[in-house]
């Protein structure tokens, strides 16, 4: 490794930050919802310098524990350095965008150094390609030296209930893309973007705040998203919760399972969500689902709904100082149906936070990779999102692995993966780096 990184970084010479203070979010309390629109985020300032903490052993190259500061908080990233030669012009680079992490292990977070990790071995082979890595655990998350990251009270806050934390966690990779000029080893011209699951969100984010037309340093030159949560906020308030606690949203019309909504007699679910639950429950019995008792615990979807409905509209009354008094109604028909009733404040506000509609601003190269069972990420949002992107002059590829799970891994069980089922996790690998490279990622086959 050159003498001038090292320098760079421990001398930490580049100033904090460049604006001023009152563009900041340091509080997880907010004077109004539209400081985190995708307006705002594109109309401010970003970037600090990057400190190295400590160094970790990596037998293939150079592996750091470093810390930035994102809006008055010390939050960390891991950085992996390729063992190769530098090219000329610096190392193309790669942010990766972690998934969701509880608040109860975010402070323990280990930054996929562990073995038998994904999100390590996704790094690994981004390295091993060429590309210096950056992976930012956002506010709230890892413990360096005995110091926590900054921000666990927006965890508190926001985590989850109110599906509003992947705007803060967009704040603290945009200050993280805009601090990457401290690093004289990377190409700032081949800045490029992986995400995974809930980092979906956060990608979709932070491509629509640093698109063309923005006031962000650093753009970004391609970005992957993999399983992908990316709708709107309210599409997965409304998706992800009835999936988790109840077992209507994947039955047939005669309480059934069979992957679809109608029942052997032409019997439909009205409030069907999706085939098919998580691989890991084991089995398609039903009364086999051992953890239906202490998960799925709420008596149908509206029911779900209702709940995650009250925990967002808490979380913004209790921490907007605008707002202190929204309220929605959730109203069931004479039928099976149901309908929404939000206070116009509130759907106003998400609708401006929303990056899934706002194609116009997704002017960098995008890749999906996805799974056709998988319910954190339909295929249905994938296809609709890349064909409005390239309706609107963009790039979009989009690639579905059959009978995959969450991870893009083939499930060891076999009512949810067959035995001619084909793993995507390392086609998807070689798309990316072919993507990132400037070549056509549809020219990697899958079976």
């Not at 640093?210 to 970004?220: F, H, L, Q, T, Y």
């Not at 759907?347 to 936070?353: F, G």
């Not at 790039?395 to 891994?409: A, K």
Request: with cysteine; hydrophobic share 40%.
């Amino acid at each position: 490794m050159r003498t001038v990184f090292l320098i760079a970084l421990l001398a930490a010479a580049i100033s904090a930050c460049t604006y001023s203070d009152s563009q900041r979010i340091a509080s997880a309390n907010i004077p109004s919802l539209t400081v985190l629109s995708i307006e705002s985020l594109r109309n401010r300032q970003y970037g600090s310098s990057i400190t190295i903490e400590e160094q970790v052993l990596s037998q293939a190259h150079k592996s750091y524990l470093t810390s930035y500061d994102s809006d008055g908080l010390r939050v960390y990233a891991r950085l992996d350095i390729p063992g190769m030669p530098m090219p000329a012009g610096g190392y193309p680079a790669v942010l990766f965008i972690h998934g969701w992490v509880g608040i109860g292990d975010a402070p323990s977070m280990d930054f996929y150094y562990g073995e038998n990790s994904n999100y390590g071995e996704m790094i690994d082979a981004y390295v091993a390609a060429g590309f210096v890595v950056m992976t930012p655990g956002w506010r709230g998350h890892g413990t360096v030296d005995g110091v926590p990251a900054d921000g666990i009270s927006f965890m508190q806050a926001w985590d989850n209930g109110s599906y509003l934390s992947p705007a803060f966690y967009a704040i603290d990779v945009l200050n993280l893309l805009d601090s990457l000029s401290s690093i004289s080893e990377i190409d700032l011209d081949n800045i490029n973007l992986v995400a995974h699951s809930q980092g979906g969100d956060v990608a979709l984010l932070t491509l629509a705040a640093a698109g063309e037309g923005s006031k962000v340093n650093n753009s970004i030159s391609a970005a992957s998203i993999w399983s992908g949560n990316i709708p709107s906020r309210f599409t997965q308030l409304e998706t992800f919760w009835p999936m988790q606690t109840t077992t209507e949203a994947f039955m047939s019309g005669d309480g059934s399972w069979n992957g679809t909504p109608v029942g052997a007699a032409g019997q439909i679910n009205e409030h069907f969500v999706f085939g098919y639950p998580a691989d890991w429950i084991g089995t398609i019995s039903v009364e086999d689902w051992s953890w239906q008792n202490d998960t799925w615990s709420v008596a149908d979807v509206p029911d779900a709904i209702n709940v995650k409905l009250q925990q967002m509209y808490d979380a913004i009354n209790s921490h907007v100082d605008d707002i202190d008094d929204a309220s929605f109604r959730l109203r069931r028909s004479d039928g099976p149906g149901f309908s929404i009733q939000h206070d116009a404040r509130v759907s106003t506000a998400i609708r401006n936070i929303d990056a899934f509609d706002k194609e116009h601003y997704l002017t960098e190269a995008l890749a999906l990779h996805y799974s056709d069972r998988d319910f954190y990420s339909f295929p249905d949002w994938n296809t609709d999102l890349c064909g409005r992107v390239n309706a609107n002059g963009g790039r979009c590829f989009h690639f579905e692995y059959p009978e995959n799970t969450h991870s893009l891994r083939v499930s060891e069980h076999q009512w949810f993966s067959s035995d001619t089922a084909v793993a995507g996790f390392s086609y998807a690998i070689q798309r990316d780096i072919a993507f990132f490279r400037g070549e056509d990622p549809a020219e990697t086959r899958y079976p």
